[in-house]
């Protein structure tokens, strides 16, 4: 049945004013866009005291982690929403890390970074096999080498160490050259004394946590090496720390361990320096699979 005149006219009537609307709501959208652009740019500025641009992250990172430019943008907000010790978005970030696991979209502020150490230029990568690895190990978590002996005791020989690499068995750490020195030492010790590990132990916040201080000390022949290459200028960025290194009460423990073994100690060491090699081989191998 069609429709009278009035029942169309009330119909009418009504989709105009539908149409009115929906236009005034698109023109009232576009008006705030112009004017408040933050609110569709994820910026929650409130308006209380300047406006002040700062850093979001796009991306979450866990603690200790580089803070990558990759992993930043800027935004808009009002220095009243925000904490006092913000981070304006002027600040040159390359230094800096997280000192806990921060999530994506997360404000940066003072409280949530720290500058991480300059790298030395003595600093290079090095690769290790020999250590025994925690399962849950991943690149970029920070790290403690201990060195355990016959007896049950446990020594520090590297401290707070990124993971740089992983795969299987090996580990790359960027290393000094006293820490390589060190490492070296606790490596050929180990080799000799068949009951003894090194352990790769985890940080558990490595953005808060401070760095454990290392307990081991190496041998004689090893620490002069060391100490006159300090002497020198070779390598050595600070003299003082490799100074106090040397403990000659932890000294005589490890030695009356390794006493245990004389006798034994070339064809021990040769032991461990061959499976080293063939561990180092076959990485090396699988790693030109494809080319």
Do not use: C, H, W
């Given at each position: 049945?069609?429709?009278?005149?009035?029942?169309?006219?009330?119909?009418?009537?009504?989709?105009?004013?539908?149409?009115?609307?929906?236009?005034?709501?698109?023109?009232?959208?576009?008006?705030?866009?112009?004017?408040?652009?933050?609110?569709?740019?994820?910026?929650?500025?409130?308006?209380?005291?300047?406006?002040?641009?700062?850093?979001?992250?796009?991306?979450?990172?866990?603690?200790?982690?580089?803070?990558?430019?990759?992993?930043?943008?800027?935004?808009?907000?009002?220095?009243?929403?925000?904490?006092?010790?913000?981070?304006?978005?002027?600040?040159?970030?390359?230094?800096?890390?997280?000192?806990?696991?921060?999530?994506?979209?997360?404000?940066l502020s003072g409280s949530l970074i720290y500058?991480?150490?300059?790298?030395?230029?003595?600093?290079?990568?090095?690769?290790?096999?020999?250590?025994?690895?925690?399962?849950?190990?991943?690149?970029?978590?920070?790290?403690?080498?201990?060195?355990?002996?016959?007896?049950?005791?446990?020594?520090?020989?590297?401290?707070?160490?990124?993971?740089?690499?992983?795969?299987?068995?090996?580990?790359?750490?960027?290393?000094?050259?006293?820490?390589?020195?060190?490492?070296?030492?606790?490596?050929?010790?180990?080799?000799?004394?068949?009951?003894?590990?090194?352990?790769?132990?985890?940080?558990?916040?490595?953005?808060?946590?401070?760095?454990?201080?290392?307990?081991?000390?190496?041998?004689?022949?090893?620490?002069?090496?060391?100490?006159?290459?300090?002497?020198?200028?070779?390598?050595?960025?600070?003299?003082?720390?490799?100074?106090?290194?040397y403990n000659a009460d932890i000294r005589n423990?490890?030695?009356?361990?390794?006493?245990?073994?004389?006798?034994?100690?070339?064809?021990?060491?040769?032991?461990?320096?061959?499976?080293?090699?063939?561990?180092?081989?076959?990485?090396?191998?699988?790693?030109?699979?494809?080319?």
């Open positions: 049945m069609p429709a009278n005149p009035i029942q169309r006219k009330a119909r009418n009537s009504f989709l105009l004013g539908m149409l009115i609307m929906l236009l005034i709501a698109v023109i009232a959208i576009i008006v705030v866009y112009l004017v408040f652009p933050e609110i569709f740019s994820g910026n929650l500025s409130t308006g209380k005291g300047e406006s002040v641009s700062v850093y979001k992250l796009t991306k979450s990172i866990k603690s200790g982690e580089k803070i990558d430019s990759s992993y930043l943008t800027t935004v808009t907000m009002a220095s009243g929403d925000l904490p006092a010790d913000y981070v304006p978005s002027n600040i040159n970030l390359s230094e800096y890390k997280s000192k806990v696991d921060l999530q994506a979209g997360t404000v500058q991480g150490e300059k790298l030395a230029d003595s600093a290079r990568l090095v690769e290790f096999n020999m250590l025994t690895l925690p399962s849950t190990l991943r690149v970029g978590d920070y790290i403690d080498v201990r060195f355990t002996v016959p007896s049950g005791q446990n020594f520090i020989v590297l401290s707070k160490k990124q993971v740089m690499s992983l795969k299987n068995t090996t580990v790359s750490l960027y290393l000094t050259e006293d820490e390589i020195l060190m490492m070296s030492g606790a490596i050929i010790e180990s080799y000799i004394m068949k009951a003894s590990n090194l352990q790769v132990i985890q940080y558990v916040e490595a953005g808060i946590q401070e760095a454990s201080t290392p307990t081991y000390s190496v041998n004689n022949e090893v620490y002069q090496l060391i100490q006159s290459n300090a002497q020198k200028g070779i390598n050595i960025e600070d003299y003082g720390k490799i100074n106090d290194s423990i490890i030695n009356q361990e390794l006493g245990q073994y004389t006798g034994n100690e070339i064809t021990n060491i040769q032991e461990g320096i061959d499976k080293e090699k063939e561990t180092s081989m076959e990485l090396y191998l699988s790693g030109l699979e494809g080319y």
